[in-house]
């Protein structure tokens, strides 16, 4: 193989100099489709970022904080009492709203004297559902029986919070993901742990 045969064609058609520029740009090209087909899958349909708004989600996330948006796990498991959700809401307005998941599909919801209760198969008598990670009083009195693909969400800050105590229940189709990790503030960087619930009935 001789020397002529080792030059790359660019270097051929556009001269040494310009040829490196060329080259140089064809690599920046592929790398950046390489990048792209690596995190376009990864940011449409595994994972998204939320910023919160607002101080519904106090004490438990407040506003400007960085969140990640799990959005395949609900495509092969049910969602959790507890779990954190980022959702459209159902009265079309343009936006996401994050609230904390109380009521599962097919349950009856009750909200009385500050008290939650949820009536199910395994309690048809109703318990009443202790929420340690709340500060405030739940106010509102309703009864809400939920269809098979409904949820009832409500913000951690119940004061302050637009839930479905005001829209009603969350269609499982609106349902963007849940909230899976912290990633700012940095003193708060962490994996978002499902609570656990004690229940008196």
Avoid at 7 to 36: D, H, R, S, W
């Amino acid at each position: 193989m001789n020397k002529e045969e080792k030059i790359p064609f660019v270097y051929k058609i556009f001269g040494a100099t310009l040829g490196a520029v060329v080259m140089f740009l064809l690599e920046v090209v592929q790398i950046v489709i390489i990048a792209a087909a690596i995190i376009i899958p990864v940011r449409f349909f595994l994972v998204q970022p939320f910023i919160v708004k607002g101080a519904s989600m106090e004490p438990n996330f407040f506003e400007n904080e960085y969140l990640i948006v799990d959005e395949i796990s609900y495509r092969f498991n049910d969602a959790n009492r507890g779990d954190v959700v980022v959702f459209r809401p159902p009265t079309g307005v343009n936006d996401h709203y994050i609230k904390r998941i109380i009521g599962l599909p097919g349950e009856t919801v009750e909200i009385k004297d500050g008290v939650i209760s949820v009536f199910n198969d395994e309690y048809p008598n109703g318990v009443e559902l202790r929420e340690d990670y709340i500060e405030d009083y739940t106010s509102g009195h309703q009864r809400v029986t939920l269809s098979l693909n409904e949820y009832f969400v409500l913000g951690d800050n119940r004061d302050e919070s637009l839930d479905s105590r005001k829209f009603g229940a969350v269609n499982e189709d609106l349902i963007v993901g849940k909230v899976w990790i912290r990633g700012l503030p940095f003193d708060r960087i962490g994996t978002i742990d499902l609570p656990y619930y004690s229940y008196n009935d």
